[in-house]
T-cell receptor, first 115, second 114 residues
Framework: DAEITQSPRHKITETGRQVTLACHQTWNHNNMFWYRQDLGHGLRLIHYSYGVQDTNKGEVSDGYSVSRSNTEDLPLTLESAASSQTSVYFC??????????????FGPGTRLTVL | AQKVTQAQTEISVVEKEDVTLDCVYETRDTTYYLFWYKQPPSGELVFLIRRNSFDEQNEISGRYSWNFQKSTSSFNFTITASQVVDSAVYFCAHRGGSNYKLTFGKGTLLTVNP
């Protein structure tokens, strides 16, 4: 069965370190997204990609970067981790069919703690 | 810009009660899509239902039903005869027809007590 996986599932790091969260999907979806979930804020979009070599900033992109070198993967990098980036991170993917619902399917999440 | 408002932060009910979760959206798109997701205590996000702006038919799926009204920009979700397993955070989301991004509401925590 197709799926979307994230690794690691839990990560503790120190302020200032670079951290990369992995996201891998086997749906063969063109669209991939990264969100962070914080209490009182719901899910907020960090970055998204509509295909290989395409990346775009979301509403909370400062301090984060992504790259898309193939269809299956969209790693999220925190260049210099800050305590404000302690959060649960979700990756999602969707099809890109014109006129379709293109609902997003989510990975299991990565809980990141920055000390 | 799109906005999704879930005014109910937390709801607590007793098992077998009916409960309605409210969702109000703002959009300038003429074509758009609405979604509900469930996040149980285990943390994963589960897609529940989708609706497009041209389809105002209400939908029922077992104990779940959805009421989409364009006139009031609302897409409410009702659970009939709630069960403890319905305890979760429920998110409403909007996608404009011109892109694939979702805008989420802040979620409603539903607790169903035995």
């Amino acid at each position: 069965d197709a799926e979307i996986t994230q690794s690691p599932r839990h990560k503790i790091t120190e302020t200032g370190r670079q951290v990369t969260l992995a996201c891998h999907q086997t749906w063969n979806h063109n669209n991939m997204f990264w969100y962070r979930q914080d209490l009182g804020h719901g899910l907020r979009l960090i970055h998204y990609s509509y295909g290989v070599q395409d990346t775009n900033k979301g509403e909370v992109s400062d301090g984060y970067s992504v790259s898309r070198s193939n269809t299956e993967d969209l790693p999220l990098t925190l260049e210099s981790a800050a305590s404000s980036q302690t959060s649960v991170y979700f990756c999602a993917s969707s099809e890109s069919i014109g006129g379709g619902y293109n609902e997003q399917f989510f990975g299991p999440g990565t809980r990141l703690t920055v000390l | 810009a799109q906005k999704v408002t879930q005014a109910q932060t937390e709801i607590s009910v007793v098992e077998k009660e009916d409960v309605t979760l409210d969702c109000v959206y703002e959009t300038r798109d003429t074509t758009y899509y609405l979604f509900w997701y469930k996040q149980p205590p285990s943390g994963e996000l589960v897609f529940l239902i989708r609706r497009n702006s041209f389809d105002e038919q209400n939908e029922i799926s077992g104990r779940y039903s959805w009421n989409f009204q364009k006139s009031t920009s609302s897409f409410n979700f009702t659970i009939t005869a709630s069960q403890v397993v319905d305890s979760a955070v429920y998110f409403c989301a909007h996608r404009g027809g011109s892109n694939y991004k979702l805008t989420f509401g802040k979620g409603t925590l539903l607790t169903v007590n035995p």
